[in-house]
């Protein structure tokens, strides 16, 4: 694993958009996958303004998100639909069928799911994975469990995430209780996986990452098995390393 210890979350903001720029520039049709939650926003506006700059195209890039809430429409302003078209793919020119993102309200969750796998494979997998981290050592929605999931699929949020997420939220009952997230398995078949976490809330989380025996009950220790991780934090999130 590389760690990078940065000052603060501009710091982090700027190595993980530099990070994904040389990524883009070195292979134009880069297939990524993309977290929501409060952490990349910085990464997303350094991005946007690197495009904006003329440093980055995105003309041939392909973006797929990590994961989505069930119960609410791509309209509701907390879906990862609208986080993801209007903190990102609005401002780029990314082309509207390079876009991938989950259907939360699907009908058919067991066709959604199969169907996002098949992208992702036709896509020639993923590329540059970019991940977040919950306080419980989640990874997109792969909640801490006695088993993993390698595919997408539904999962039931823990109580601790929603806990998390009911500050994007009126209040605790709103948050949805359900959600789809890519699997333990694209994720760590990417050809490179960057971790983000800011915070000290983080800390105990990152240090299991780095340093804790691999489990199923913290999720992102698996990132340990994989040849090309880069762990990217702020001072406050390495506090207990
Ligand atoms: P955050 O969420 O970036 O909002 O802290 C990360 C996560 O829960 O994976």
Redesign the pocket.
């Known amino acids: 694993m590389n760690l990078i210890i940065v000052k603060d979350y501009q710091e982090l903001s700027q190595a993980a958009a530099d990070l994904v720029a040389r990524e883009i520039i070195a292979k134009p049709d880069t297939v990524l996958c993309l ?6 926003i910085g990464m997303y506006r350094e991005l946007i303004q690197k495009y904006q700059r003329g440093e980055i195209d995105f003309s041939e890039a392909v973006a797929f998100s990590l994961d989505e809430y069930c119960s609410l429409s791509p309209e509701h302003p907390q879906s990862y639909y609208y986080y993801m078209q209007h903190t990102f793919f609005r401002h780029i020119n990314i082309k509207a069928e390079n876009i991938y993102l989950l259907n939360g309200i699907t009908q058919d969750i067991v066709a959604e799911c199969e169907n996002y796998d098949k992208q992702i494979l036709e896509n020639g997998g993923i590329d540059l994975q970019i ?5 419980n050592g ?3 929605f792969n909640e801490p469990a006695i088993s993993l999931n390698s595919k997408t699929h539904l999962v039931n949020l823990s109580d601790d ?1 929603i806990h ?2 009911s500050r994007f939220f009126k209040n605790i009952e709103e948050v949805p209780t359900k959600a789809l997230t890519v699997g333990m398995g694209a994720i760590m078949k990417a050809t490179k996986i960057m971790l ?4 000290e ?2 800390t105990a989380a990152i240090n299991k990452t780095i340093n804790g025996l691999i489990s199923t009950r913290s999720p992102s220790t698996f990132l340990q098995l994989h040849p090309d991780v880069t762990i990217i934090i702020d001072k406050d999130a390495a506090s207990k390393l």
């Open positions: 977290p929501t939650g409060e952490t990349p991940l977040g981290i919950g306080n989640h990874l997109g995430t998390a997420n983000l976490a800011s915070g809330k983080k």
